[in-house]
């Protein structure tokens, strides 16, 4: 515990022995083989035992965090063109396409006519099922991204943040702006 490297622990705890560079916390083996990680509950810089996603998946060397980063950065880009390409494919499919108009008292007395553009989608269509799998995996991999930031690696929540922030500027531009389409009749 007097280890000048080591973090703070949960309470719950009573001891626990940190590795040489204090990335990671783990408990004393309990008797029975079981060797339990602590989370890492504050931001770091390091690279050394830093668990990635799956057990198996231990970055030890700059080289591998190195990997790792620009796996993440790939990651985020990809999942902000997946947002941005399901809206595009969102707005190609759309059918039903209505246009409701009602009366809106104008400042001075008129009558003002307001239009308004409503579309839909069926629900058993292939547009919605491929959606709908699109959806999944979009989830899925905002999910990936929140635990990798919740490593509080400093070197792999940058990845995060750069890759989300890169993606954004390749595919949002793209994104059509909303227009409310309003006819003002007398």
């Not at 940190?18 to 408990?27: E, F, I, L, Q, R």
């Not at 790939?74 to 409701?100: M, P, S, T």
């Not at 750069?162 to 500027?169: E, I, K, R, S």
């Amino acid at each position: 515990m007097s280890n000048p490297h080591s973090h703070h622990m949960h309470p719950t705890v009573q001891s626990a022995v940190s590795d040489h560079h204090g990335d990671h916390m783990m408990s004393p083996d309990t008797g029975n083989g079981d060797h339990m990680m602590m989370m890492q509950m504050t931001f770091y810089l390091g690279y050394k035992n830093v668990e990635l996603l799956f057990a198996g998946l231990v970055i030890n060397t700059p080289g591998e965090m190195l990997g790792a980063c620009i796996g993440v950065f790939l990651l985020a880009v990809f999942y902000e063109g997946l947002k941005i390409g399901r809206e595009f494919l969102l707005r190609r499919n759309q059918v039903n396409v209505r246009y409701n108009s009602m009366p809106v008292p104008g400042a001075d007395g008129t009558v003002l006519m307001e239009t308004h553009k409503t579309v839909g989608q069926r629900m058993l269509s292939l547009s919605h099922f491929f959606q709908t799998f699109l959806h999944i995996i979009q989830v899925v991999v905002s999910y990936f991204l929140m635990l990798v930031f919740m490593t509080y690696n400093g070197y792999l929540c940058i990845a995060v943040a750069a890759g989300a922030g890169f993606g954004y500027f390749l595919f949002s531009w793209k994104k059509a702006v909303v227009v409310d389409i309003t006819e003002h009749c007398h």
